[in-house]
């Protein structure tokens, strides 16, 4: 019988390599799991893979990337983070929101977390402080809800005579609840109504859409909400249809024509989790590196969806605004 070189791999496996042979060296992988799909989030995990390139680390090159996509089924998350730990991945970033990192923080209590959160982890009870996070958990939070009043400041620039506003929204959604009370105290302020609209599927969302015109909605307002990400481009494309002015939290839905947007940068969060993942790959431990707080906000424009739906925007929004799309 011919002697062999035994080699042990992650999980106490062992297998035999023949007399000579040198095994090759092992590529680290990172799991991502993610509530959406993967063509909504490209734009944001082109964000996360430059993080990670910036630390020296290339997917297919000296690490793997591998992602779990629920494609906005939440039912799917924990067996999709189940899947990552038992592959053992060296790490997992929680993309989407809360559900996601539940589901990953539920699957493993040892493999480094990152995750990407509106809202304070703190209170969540993620982690132990901003500064030590202790456990095996980090990542990056940032404001969004809290911003609501803003974009109905925003939406009411551009549709002064606006008196009745929809808000639609996901009422699986952590923060929907704190949203309504805000606007809804706001409204009655200006005088105005707000129309709660609640959706948690593409047909609910399809039929809220509908009864906009019977409801005789001015303006309709997109609150944070990882699900309604997923379904990007039919939230354009109805607004469109239904010529109802909108305004969304993150850029990307006015570089796909929708009308405006207010709100954190979504990409800066992915790009510091991709920094975060090849820190820890280099051997940093999450308990060490702090929550990191993205304060940067920006307001987006598209001109021509204002144009089409005959709205003439204030020199003031023109000014204030950090990108115009023409």
Same mark, same amino acid.
């Given at each position: 019988?011919?002697?062999?070189?035994?080699?042990?791999?992650l999980?106490?496996t062992?297998?035999?390599?023949p007399?000579? +042979?040198?095994?090759?060296?092992?590529?680290?992988?990172?799991?991502?799991?993610?509530?959406? %799909?993967?063509?909504?989030?490209?734009? !944001?995990?082109?964000?996360f893979?430059?993080?990670? $390139?910036?630390?020296?680390?290339?997917d297919?090159q000296n690490?793997?990337?591998?992602?779990?996509?629920?494609?906005?089924? !939440?039912?799917?998350?924990?067996?999709?983070?189940?899947?990552?730990?038992?592959?053992?991945v060296?790490?997992?970033?929680a %993309?989407?929101?809360?559900?996601?990192?539940?589901?990953a923080m &539920?699957a493993?209590?040892?493999?480094?977390?990152?995750? %990407?959160l509106a809202?304070?982890?703190?209170?969540m009870?993620?982690?132990?402080?901003?500064n030590?996070?202790g456990?095996?958990?980090t990542?990056?939070?940032f404001? %969004? +809800?809290?911003?609501?009043?803003?974009?109905?400041?925003?939406?009411?620039?551009?549709?002064?005579? &606006?008196r009745?506003i929809?808000?639609?929204? $996901?009422p699986?959604s952590?923060?929907a609840?704190d949203?309504e009370r805000q606007?809804? +105290?706001i409204?009655n *302020? +200006?005088? *105005?109504q707000?129309l709660?609209? $609640? &959706?948690?599927?593409?047909?609910?969302?399809?039929? *809220?859409?509908?009864r906009?015109?019977?409801q005789q *909605?001015?303006?309709?307002l997109?609150?944070?909400?990882?699900?309604m @990400?997923?379904?990007?481009?039919?939230?354009?494309?109805?607004?469109?249809? !239904?010529a109802?002015?909108?305004?969304?939290?993150?850029?990307?839905?006015?570089?796909?024509?929708?009308l405006?947007?207010y709100?954190?940068?979504?990409?800066?969060?992915y790009?510091q989790?991709?920094?975060?993942a090849?820190?820890i790959?280099a051997?940093a431990k999450?308990?060490?590196l702090?929550?990191?707080?993205a304060?940067?906000?920006e307001?987006v424009? $598209?001109?021509k969806?204002a144009? @089409?739906l005959?709205?003439?925007?204030?020199?003031?929004l023109l000014?204030?605004a950090d990108?115009?799309?023409?």
């Amino acid at each position: 019988m011919r002697r062999r070189d035994f080699i042990t791999l992650l999980g106490g496996t062992t297998i035999a390599l023949p007399l000579g +042979a040198s095994a090759a060296p092992m590529k680290l992988t990172i799991g991502v799991l993610s509530l959406n %799909s993967s063509p909504a989030m490209a734009p !944001y995990i082109a964000w996360f893979v430059r993080g990670l $390139n910036e630390t020296g680390f290339t997917d297919g090159q000296n690490v793997i990337v591998d992602y779990r996509w629920a494609e906005g089924d !939440y039912d799917r998350l924990a067996p999709l983070a189940s899947e990552l730990a038992a592959n053992h991945v060296a790490v997992i970033f929680a %993309s989407g929101g809360t559900p996601p990192l539940r589901a990953a923080m &539920a699957a493993t209590s040892t493999i480094p977390i990152i995750f %990407s959160l509106a809202g304070d982890p703190v209170k969540m009870g993620v982690v132990s402080s901003l500064n030590r996070p202790g456990g095996n958990v980090t990542g990056v939070t940032f404001t %969004s +809800a809290p911003l609501g009043a803003k974009r109905l400041e925003l939406i009411r620039e551009l549709v002064p005579n &606006a008196r009745r506003i929809a808000l639609l929204v $996901n009422p699986n959604s952590a923060g929907a609840l704190d949203e309504e009370r805000q606007l809804e +105290a706001i409204a009655n *302020a +200006a005088a *105005a109504q707000l129309l709660i609209i $609640n &959706a948690s599927s593409v047909n609910e969302i399809e039929a *809220a859409f509908a009864r906009l015109p019977q409801q005789q *909605a001015d303006v309709l307002l997109m609150p944070p909400d990882a699900l309604m @990400t997923n379904w990007r481009g039919k939230l354009v494309e109805l607004a469109a249809h !239904y010529a109802i002015p909108t305004v969304f939290v993150e850029r990307e839905f006015v570089a796909d024509g929708g009308l405006i947007s207010y709100g954190t940068r979504l990409r800066d969060s992915y790009h510091q989790a991709g920094i975060y993942a090849g820190r820890i790959l280099a051997g940093a431990k999450p308990a060490d590196l702090p929550v990191v707080q993205a304060s940067k906000f920006e307001l987006v424009l $598209n001109l021509k969806t204002a144009k @089409t739906l005959g709205l003439k925007v204030p020199q003031t929004l023109l000014v204030a605004a950090d990108e115009i799309i023409e």
